[in-house]
């Protein structure tokens, strides 16, 4: 069963929006902070945005201001608002839930979805 499952990527040139949505289930959504991450080849997956239980976002200073993260707790669903993107936005777009520790800190919680491509081009 999946429990996670992306959908909403695509080609867009720069300057352009795209909407990720994260269909979720139950039992993963509702108890966890959600997040997107991202990743090119041969780089390491990085924590674009984050979003608490209670709604409260997170973002990676790269995308402040550009991305909006959020959660439909009624849908068990997570979206991802992308504006102004840049071809340095192209990349992998995966959908986690999230762990955090003592700090606060966010971390992979164990389930990922298979991730959807988005390419923006110059």
């Known amino acids: 069963q999946a429990h996670l499952r992306e959908s909403g990527g695509g080609s867009v040139q720069a300057g352009g929006s795209l909407r990720l949505s994260c269909a979720a289930t139950?039992?993963?959504?509702?108890?966890?902070?959600m997040g997107w991450y991202r990743q090119t080849p041969g780089q390491k997956r990085e924590l674009v945005a984050a979003?608490?239980?209670?709604?409260?976002?997170e973002y990676a200073d790269y995308v402040q201001g550009r991305f909006t993260i959020s959660r439909d707790n009624a849908k068990n669903t997570l979206y991802l608002q992308m504006n102004s993107l840049k071809p340095e936005d192209t990349a992998t777009y995966y959908c986690?839930?999230?762990?955090?520790?003592?700090?606060?800190?966010?971390?992979?919680?164990?389930?990922w979805g298979r991730g959807t491509q988005v390419t923006v081009s110059s």
């Open positions: 139950e039992k993963i959504f509702r108890p966890n902070a």
């Open positions: 979003i608490s239980k209670g709604g409260v976002p």
């Open positions: 986690a839930a999230l762990s955090a520790d003592y700090a606060g800190r966010y971390s992979p919680g164990g389930y």
